[in-house]
C-alpha cells in the first residue's frame, strides 16, 4: 500500500475512534466560541501573532467586554498574514472552514461579518454538542469552577484546579505561601490565580506567617477537596524549584524571610507544602489523579519551554515517595519525552498524557507519539486532550491529533511493526480506553 493511501486508510479509523478529551479549560457559561475573539485570540494564536509583531502580548480577558474584543481583533488582523504558515494558524482556518463555512482570508473589511456568523451559532444551546460530536469527543474534562449551574454535567468532566504550590512566578519568591494563603482565605474551591499574575495581589485577612498558619492552611486545604465530584487535580511542578527534604525548622526559619524572600526561600516554602499536601492526598490515592505539568515557565507575559535535567529526577523522587497516589504528567518539553518515558517504564505510578502547550505543534507531537508508542505500554499514556478554551479548538486540536497519529501508525505499518488493525487497536487504546482505566474518564 502507497504510503499516502495508507495513511488515509489510518485516518478513516482512527475518525471512527471516540475521544475523550481529559483536560479544557471549557466554560459551561459559554462551551462555543462568543465571537471571533475566541477562535482568533486564542492564547496560542496571541503568541504567534506577537511572533509577527503584534504590539499587545497579553491574554484576552476571560470576559472580555465588546470594546476589549473589538479593539484587540482590530489591532491584530493586519499580522495574520504573516502567521498563515504556523500550525496554530491551520487550526483557526479548519474552525473557521468546518464549523462556520468561512473560506475567505479574515481581513478588516469583513470580520464583522464573520463575527456576527459566529456569534449567531452560539445563541444556540445545542451548538457546543454539535461540534463535539463533529469532533467525535464523547466527553471533555474542565476545571471544576468553570461548572457553574451543572447545565453540561453530560458532556463534561471535572478537575480541582485551585492553588499551584509548585509554580513560579516571575519575580515572586514567596509565591507558594500566597498560592495557599490565597485558598486558605476561601470557603471552598475557587479559580485558580494566573499563570503570570504579576505585581497585583488582592488583599487578604488571613496572612502565613508561622508555621502553625502553614499547617492550617493544608488542612483548610484538604478539607475542601470535592471527592466524588473530581477525577483529578491538577499541578505544575516548576524546573526553577529545587526540591528537596525540607525539615519542620527550616521551614520555620524560612517564614521568617517571608517579607524578603530568595529563591532559595522559595524552594523550601514549595518543598514543604508540597510534600505535606501529597502525603495527605495519598490517603485518597483511590479517589484522584495528581495531574501535573511540566517544562514550561512563567515569562512577563506567557511561558517559555524550560525543563533542567535535574528536575526530571526531583519528580522521579516525589512520586516514588508517594506509590499509592496516581501521577499523571503533561509534558511541554519535547527534548525530554524519552526521559519521562523512561520514568513511565519504572514507576507504576505514573502516566504520560497528551501533548501540552510548547508541544502542541505536529513535529513535536509525532517524535512524542512515536516514542511513547515503542517505550509506554498503552495503559500508562492518554494520547490526546485539547487545553481548549472553547469547543472549537477542541475541534481543530482533535482534528490535527489524529493526522498525526495517522502519519506515526503509517510508518510503524510500514516497517511492519503493527499491521493496520494493531494500529488502530493501539489507537483506541490511547484515544479511548486508557483514559477511563488512568483517570476513570467515564464516557
Known sequence: MQE????KTLEEGLSAIPLLDIHTHLDASHL?????????????????????????????SEEPSEEEATSRLIEAIPYFPHIQNTSIAWGVRVILRDLYGWMEPITLDNWRRLDAIIRERASDAEWPRRILKMAGVQRAGTELWRRHDGRYDDVLRYALEWAFF???????????????????NQ????????????????????????????????????????????????????????????TSADMASALTHRDNPSEADRDIYASYINEAFLSELEKHGDEIVYQFSLGAE???????????????????????????LRFQVFLASEHANQAMCTLARELPNLSLAGYWWHNFFPGAMRKVMSERLDMVATN??????????????????????RKQLAEVLAQKVAQEQYSIEDALSVARAILYESPQSLLGFMP
Not at 519568591?173 to 498560592?179: A, G, Q, S, T, V
Not at 483548610?220 to 524546573?239: D, W
Not at 515569562?299 to 516525589?318: C, H, M, N, W
Open 4 to 7: 499516502n493511501s495508507l495513511i
Open 380 to 401: 500508562k499514556q492518554i494520547g490526546f486532550f485539547s487545553d481548549a478554551y472553547c469547543v472549537d479548538w477542541t475541534y481543530a486540536k482533535a482534528l490535527i491529533v
Open 32 to 60: 462555543a466560541a462568543r465571537g471571533l475573539h475566541d477562535i482568533a485570540l486564542y492564547h496560542m494564536v496571541v503568541s504567534d501573532l506577537v511572533t509577527a509583531g503584534c504590539p499587545n502580548r497579553g491574554r484576552l
Open 298 to 324: 512563567p515569562l512577563p507575559y506567557e511561558t517559555g519551554s524550560k525543563l533542567r535535567q535535574d528536575s526530571i529526577f526531583d519528580v522521579a523522587a516525589i512520586i516514588a515517595r508517594h506509590p499509592r
Open 166 to 184: 509548585t509554580r513560579a512566578q516571575w519575580g515572586a519568591n514567596d509565591i507558594p505561601l500566597f498560592e495557599l494563603e490565597n485558598a486558605w
Open 187 to 246: 470557603p471552598g474551591p475557587g479559580a485558580p490565580l494566573p499563570v503570570t499574575m504579576g505585581s497585583g495581589r488582592p488583599m487578604l485577612a488571613r496572612v502565613i506567617r508561622t508555621l502553625d498558619d502553614v499547617r492550617a492552611a493544608i488542612a483548610h486545604y484538604v478539607s475542601k477537596i470535592p471527592y466524588g465530584q473530581v477525577l483529578s487535580t491538577a499541578q505544575h511542578i516548576s524546573t526553577d524549584i529545587h526540591f528537596r527534604d525540607v
